[in-house]
């Protein structure tokens, strides 16, 4: 039987997926430092072992609203079947559950707050809510009949409208709130990401041959700029790796731009990377490359500096505010610009190792602890 939260803070992670990627990631890295709040928090069942390492008892498989008993939270096991892993049809479950189930699930346990870490809550309910929001990327490269796009545009403004307060990554997503919304300034906190620095750090590895992109094939991660870009190096000595999950919509293209332009040898696609191999895949990169059009912060920039990693990435968007001075930030639009900055890390040692210096410096000004501070304190601040 749900039991009454002692601060009346109910985090609901309905959303975890068993491939950790942004926002999964982002919601366990915090959880941690809300426990202070005494949280109830919602869980998928099949998932609960993701929590092992913050507290949670690895056995715990248990469905439907039954407590298990994780200090210093109370962990409630839900279905599994709304999370990122089902596609569409797991999130439309979870839309249709997050506005018709969980409404009950927060009266059950007397909560005045619930917390969601996407910006997903009930919509004219009496649940009070703080969403987490990373960007408004479907807005802006989303299709007409876009399925995300219509849930950003129809969905999410709700969302905010209704929201106690609302979270953003960076201020270039919070000004994109703003000014797409219309929210209040009041409104909104900057709670910058953070990286594991346990995980992600410098392993002194030696260089290899390729340089390295991380992301989803996705058409605002700007791969085929970075292919042609690439192409135009012309050193048969050089690879690059293409680290994300495929995509059906995007990812036959690629593969037909690489042959198109003779590359099969030199274009490595390595599909999604598992957490744990991420540091060597980094650490061995010539640099990461990361022109995406848009990022609401762009973790994989972070993760490579404080791997050692020379970084070059794109002038826009939350890109400048991660990288800072640490990175040789490009026009994302013009391919020659992509080029040369491969061109001068190649031909140029001390500027990988200026880079390389500059990077491990910048990344100890994040920290999850950070994160985790700024965001309890907003909580606190509604309990």
């Given at each position: ?205 030696p260089t290899g041959n390729y340089f390295l992109c991380l ?150 000004g994040f920290s999850w602890a950070k994160t985790g501070a ?10």
């Amino acid at each position: 039987m749900l039991r009454p939260s002692p601060a009346g803070l109910l985090i609901n992670l309905a959303f975890l997926s068993r491939r950790p990627t942004g926002h999964t990631n982002y919601a366990l890295q915090v959880l941690p430092y809300l426990a202070a709040l005494q949280p109830q928090v919602l869980v998928p069942a099949d998932q609960i072992e993701q929590l092992a390492p913050l507290g949670a008892h690895p056995s715990a498989k248990t469905i439907g609203p039954a407590a298990v008993s994780i200090p210093p939270w109370e962990s409630y096991a839900i279905a599994s079947n709304m999370t990122p892993d089902q596609r569409t049809w797991g999130h439309l479950r979870r839309l249709v559950w997050t506005q018709v189930r969980l409404p009950a699930i927060y009266r059950s346990t007397h909560a005045n707050l619930l917390f969601s870490p996407i910006p997903e809550a009930p919509l004219d309910t009496n649940c009070r809510f703080v969403v987490t929001v990373h960007d408004l990327i479907p807005l802006h490269f989303g299709g007409r009949w876009s399925r995300l796009a219509t849930y950003f545009r129809y969905y999410v403004p709700r969302v905010l409208e209704q929201a106690v307060h609302i979270l953003c990554n960076s201020q270039a997503t919070m000004q994109d709130v703003q000014s797409t919304f219309g929210i209040p300034a009041d409104k909104l906190t900057v709670t910058p990401l953070g990286y594991d620095d346990r995980h992600f750090r410098d392993l002194a590895l030696p260089t290899g041959n390729y340089f390295l992109c991380l992301g989803r094939h996705d058409r605002y991660k700007n791969i085929p700029r970075l292919i042609n870009a690439f192409a135009a190096l012309a050193d048969p000595d050089c690879e690059l790796w293409l680290a994300g999950p495929s995509d059906r919509r995007y990812t036959p293209a690629l593969h037909a731009q690489v042959a198109a332009l003779n590359l099969q040898q030199q274009v490595k696609f390595l599909d999604y990377v598992p957490y744990a191999d991420l540091p060597r895949l980094l650490g061995q990169a010539i640099a990461l490359v990361f022109p995406s059009l848009y990022e609401g912060f762009g973790l994989p920039v972070l993760e490579a500096m404080a791997c050692g990693t020379p970084v070059i990435t794109s002038d826009c968007s939350a890109l400048p505010e991660v990288a800072g001075d640490a990175a040789l930030l490009v026009n994302p639009h013009i391919e020659g610009e992509i080029t040369e900055a491969m061109r001068g890390l190649l031909a140029d040692a001390n500027l990988r190792s200026r880079l390389r210096q500059a990077g491990l410096a910048r990344v100890q000004g994040f920290s999850w602890a950070k994160t985790g501070a700024i965001t309890r304190e907003v909580l606190q601040r509604y309990l």
